[in-house]
């Protein structure tokens, strides 16, 4: 089992904010708990004086929350429901990927899996969370289905402009296997952009090309070489199948090997040539691979919770410890995942540079987790995530504002003054945690 280091510099203790504003935010809080305010950024910027603007692959989204691909984001009424409630972006389930003749090469990856046990953990430091445990699967109707599907939520979200986001697993070489399944990069991304294009015309479209968990326990990723090529290889191969006209997300996997090779792997993202080759963004990071638990007769599955937050922010630290100013020049948008399950955790993933934050568990967390009593799971969360007075967002970026003297900074650019500035980050937060 690899070796978890603990990040360096955490937020601890409650955010400083003066006794009148620690109030207000304590007021809303009790004032949100039926319905959230309308609308919401409007309110935030005209109570708090924070923009919550930031952006997902370079796109414009109205607030930085987002759902991470998955069973929550499978349904038209799941999104429907998102964009009621007020999430900046969606990520649909991931799609296995096809050619022209309906052959899917990661097919293991598409059959039908549905029941999830939501449990507690305990990480490897000692921290109590939350893990969602199931036999890991992509969409397992037709390609056609989820086209129809991608159309609907594209549409259902319209109206309150939350951007949606398809996910696709395509074609990964393992083992002795030296052909790429081009066809299915080309045939699948073109589809996409098709239904894509009805809803939004020329504008680029984002996708996720999910490296899964399960692939840590899979044959094909038990050589290091071979996952540096996939990264190298794949953002070329889904740009080329329609130059200029799709922004790719490479959704990074937590593999059963050390740190060190975590950090290879983004350098290999990173130091691709620009252009095709490149990716447009990162997710970082998805769950974390056991593969000596068992769970309904199968050995190995993907969990999360504080070991994931732990590893995430541990290796996205050492990663911007070690870019030079000159390296950051090419810095790639980040959206962060793993255990972001307050605006604390969001805050975290934040001075790490990441400019949005998407989330499943927290969806899945039992009613009696959060105050708010009416509404949907989402409006739950999001009254969570943005109002509670010591774990909200709204606390923690008003204390970051304060501590970093940020001013009319809307939360990308916030993100990308903590990737400029990274050493400012680490020198306040470490004085922080010893005064703490
Ligand atoms: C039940 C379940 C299903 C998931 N399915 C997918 C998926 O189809 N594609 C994907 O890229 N990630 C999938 N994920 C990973 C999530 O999108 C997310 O990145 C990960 O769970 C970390 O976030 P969290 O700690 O907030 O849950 C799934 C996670 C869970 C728990």
């Given amino acids: ?26 007021d809303d809080y009790q004032r949100f708990c039926n319905a959230l305010p309308r609308p919401l950024e409007a309110y935030v910027l005209a ?54 003749s309906g052959d899917q090469s990661m097919r293991d990856w598409a059959i039908p899996e549905t029941r999830m046990l939501v449990e507690p953990i305990r990480g490897r430091l ?21 086209l129809h599907f991608f159309g609907q939520a594209l549409s259902v979200a319209q109206a309150t402009n939350m951007l949606v986001v398809p996910s696709v697993k395509y074609h990964l070489p393992g083992g002795q296997e030296t052909l790429w399944k081009q066809e299915e990069y080309s045939f699948t991304t073109l589809r996409l952009l098709e239904t894509w294009g009805e809803a939004c015309g020329n504008r680029p479209m984002p996708l996720e090309k999910d490296f899964s968990p399960t692939l840590a326990g899979s044959e094909r990723a038990t050589q290091q ?4 090529e996939w990264l190298k290889v794949v953002p070329g191969l889904i740009h080329r199948a329609s130059p200029g006209k799709v922004r790719v997300g490479l959704k990074m996997f937590n593999t059963l090997f050390e740190d060190d ?52 922010l541990a290796v996205l630290e050492k ?20 255990d972001i399950h ?12 990441a400019s949005s934050f998407q989330m499943h568990t927290i969806f899945q967390l039992p009613n009696g987790q959060f105050s708010m009593q009416a509404g949907s799971k989402t409006a739950k969360a999001l009254h969570r ?9 709204i606390a923690w970026l008003l204390d970051l504002k304060e501590t970093f003297g940020w001013k009319e900074m809307n939360v990308h650019q916030m993100a990308q003054w903590c990737q400029s500035n990274w050493k400012s980050v680490v020198e306040e937060l470490s004085s922080a945690n010893q005064n703490a």
């Fill in 1 to 26: 089992m690899w070796e978890l280091l603990p990040p360096r510099v955490r937020l601890v203790g409650a955010p400083c904010l003066s006794e009148s504003m620690a109030r207000q935010i304590a």
């Fill in 342 to 353: 307050s605006g604390r955790g969001a805050a975290e993933y934040l001075l790490r540079g």
């Fill in 126 to 146: 000692g921290d109590e969370g939350w893990t969602v445990t199931w036999k890991g699967r992509g969409w397992f109707d037709t390609f056609a289905a989820y």
């Fill in 261 to 312: 090779f975590q950090l290879q792997m983004l350098d290999v993202v990173y130091n691709a040539r620009l252009g095709e080759d490149r990716a447009d963004f990162l997710v970082y990071a998805n769950r974390l691979f056991d593969p000596a638990k068992e769970f309904e007769g199968k050995l190995g599955v993907a969990y999360g919770g504080p070991d994931l937050s732990d590893r995430n």
């Fill in 47 to 100: 109570r708090y004086g924070i923009d919550l603007a930031s952006e997902y692959a370079g796109l414009r989204v109205k607030n930085p929350v987002g759902k991470a691909s998955g069973q929550l984001s499978l349904a038209a009424h799941q999104v429907e429901r998102d964009a009621e409630a007020g999430l900046g972006f969606v990520i649909l389930k991931t799609v296995i990927a096809q050619d022209s």
């Fill in 319 to 338: 990663f911007l410890s070690v870019r030079s100013d000159a390296d950051r020049l090419g810095e790639l948008p980040i959206s962060a995942t793993g």
């Fill in 385 to 393: 995530l943005l109002f509670h007075p010591h774990e909200g967002l």
């Fill in 225 to 228: 070489s071979k996952i540096g």
